[in-house]
């Protein structure tokens, strides 16, 4: 099993900057890639960013690209969003999610990320 502690979240105001971490028990499990999705009121969950384990592969969301970067740190299992110029239409639930190699998916619970002057 696997189990993921996110924190980060907050208010902040446009422009303003926030830094996601997500923390993961693996139980000997082995995770692949690590990543953030993200879901607005009335909208379905979209993919943020998302990096392997080696940070050889990097996706991000064509709306997300420069200003957040996505880093992972492999001996403490977490992986970190930092998000820059943040702007109201940021504001959504943010989900760690982590992978194994045949892809079995496991979710954080979700942190509130609200961007509001």
């Known amino acids: 099993q696997v189990q993921l502690v996110e924190s980060g979240g907050g208010l902040v105001q446009p422009g303003g900057s926030l830094r996601l971490s997500c923390a993961a028990s693996?139980?000997?499990?082995?995770?692949?890639?690590m990543g953030w999705y993200r879901q607005a009121p009335g909208k379905q969950r979209e993919l943020v960013a998302q990096?392997?384990?080696?940070?050889?592969?990097?996706n991000y969301a064509d709306f997300v690209k420069g200003r957040f970067t996505i880093s992972r740190d492999n001996a403490k299992n977490t992986v970190y969003l930092q998000m820059n110029s943040l702007k109201p239409e940021d504001t959504a639930v943010y989900f760690c999610?982590?992978?194994?190699?045949?892809?079995?998916?496991?979710w954080g619970q979700g942190t509130q990320v609200t961007v509001s002057s």
């Open positions: 990096i392997t384990k080696r940070g050889d592969i990097i």
């Open positions: 693996t139980s000997g499990v082995t995770i692949y890639t």
């Open positions: 999610n982590v992978r194994t190699p045949d892809m079995m998916a496991y």
